[in-house]
């Protein structure tokens, strides 16, 4: 247990600011889902409302490009080469099989554009996060644009492409950092938006520098769901996967006052990063504090701290916050983290009711995965936010967000040697 206290800091251990503040705000009239179910009937799902124009597009194009079946095929669907959703086991890694972009400068086209950034330089355990946006995309496979209890078809209501991977230096954090960035950068300025698919959570730091490259005078709030505070300077005396925030709140179009981090706990969490959000006035919740609030307060106080001030917030995933049991898969893997669906309804709860700009998800390590469930989850995290910003209204996107702006000069309060 932290014992040093500080006043007006830090809500951690125990979250006694952090609960009276969310329980005492309005009534959850912000929340988007009901509080009780209801069950449902035949033919009364709100996917009757959506058309099947985008699933006849993906006929039509496997038929021009891939050939009409064979003539014993009784369904006239299926081409002779695999070229959409159809069958799971076959077609190019993409992710939901997503049409693939080579050409970036097309970016702006679509609504939602992944990326990989395979990149585990930053690792101070377990490596092989460098193959986390592939294996992600493998298990994305198994997945249909269509989810029955939201009644979303991605397919249907949003154009999402794969613009692959951003070319990282194995080896060199601050050379990948750079790529990181400037692509990041190209994506967010399209007007498409990103999602990326880690990679370790040192990449969280370029990422975020990508994005306040083009938000002009605007701010960002970062929520974090996370087992690890990742606010160290350094670590192994590099910028590593455990400091990605120190960095990123340097930057004043990412105060750390509008940085909430939800999840950590455990063993793993080092006494200079706590002693960091300290002293930045960071926003932190423990699994513990998230137990004793309940979701949807805990899911408030996010939204209330990462919004207050600024124009959007960038959702960062850690895949270990998850408990380790369901995520094995992973480079520092903490027994106590969030049952899945504790951290699916968080994720619904903040995307549902805050102006998102991005999200990563980071830290999956396929070579220590099992059976690809951790990478299951993270594509699973991934599919739920992007239906979560549609029920929500913020895809597909009405125009260009005000807050996206030209290149800006950065404003970074303390420069890296």
Wanted: include cysteine; charge should be negative; proline fraction near 6%.
């Amino acid at each position: 247990m932290v014992q040093e206290k500080s006043t007006g800091v830090t809500q951690e251990h125990g979250g006694t600011k952090a609960r009276e503040t969310a329980c005492t705000s309005s009534p959850s009239a912000w929340l988007q889902s009901p509080t009780t179910a209801v069950p449902r009937t035949r033919g009364d799902g709100p996917e009757q409302q959506l058309p099947q124009a985008g699933w006849q597009r993906e006929v039509e194009r496997g038929h021009a490009f891939g050939l009409a079946p064979a003539d014993s095929i009784r369904d006239r669907t299926i081409s002779t080469f695999s070229r959409g959703e159809l069958p799971h086991f076959a077609g190019i890694n993409t992710f939901l099989k997503a049409p693939y972009l080579e050409d970036v400068h097309q970016v702006g086209g679509h609504d939602v554009a992944v990326l990989g950034v395979p990149h585990d330089s930053g690792a101070t355990y377990r490596p092989g996060t460098r193959f986390g946006p592939q294996g992600i995309r493998q298990m994305s496979a198994l997945y249909t644009p269509y989810n029955y209890e939201m009644g979303v078809d991605l397919r249907e209501q949003i154009t999402l492409c794969d613009v692959g991977d951003i070319f990282t230096i194995p080896g060199s954090n601050e050379k990948s950092f750079d790529q990181i960035s400037k692509g990041m950068a190209h994506v967010f300025a399209s007007g498409a938006f990103p999602i990326v698919l880690g990679g370790d959570h040192s990449i969280g730091f370029p990422t975020l520098r990508g994005i306040c490259r083009h938000l002009g005078h605007h701010k960002v709030g970062i929520i974090h769901f996370d087992r690890h505070v990742d606010t160290q300077e350094t670590d192994l005396d590099e910028r590593m996967h455990t400091c990605p925030w120190f960095h990123a709140t340097n930057m004043a179009h990412a105060p750390a006052r509008n940085l909430v981090q939800l999840g950590i706990g455990g063993w793993q969490v080092p006494r200079p990063g706590v002693k960091v959000c300290r002293e930045r006035n960071t926003n932190v919740l423990t699994v513990t504090d998230i137990t004793e609030m309940g979701l949807e307060a805990a899911a408030r106080f996010a939204v209330e701290r990462a919004s207050d001030g600024t124009d959007c917030v960038y959702v960062s995933f850690d895949i270990d916050c998850i408990d380790a049991g369901f995520v094995p898969g992973t480079g520092w893997p903490e027994p106590g983290g969030l049952l899945p669906r504790e951290a699916l309804k968080l994720l619904e709860l903040v995307v549902r009711n805050v102006t998102v700009c991005g999200l990563e998800v980071v830290e999956v390590s396929p070579p220590y995965d099992v059976s690809g469930i951790t990478a299951l989850m993270a594509t699973r995290v991934v599919c739920d936010a992007m239906a979560h910003l549609v029920i929500s209204g913020q895809l597909p996107r009405q125009g260009r967000p005000s807050w996206i702006q030209e290149a800006c000069a950065m404003d970074v309060g303390q420069a890296w040697r």
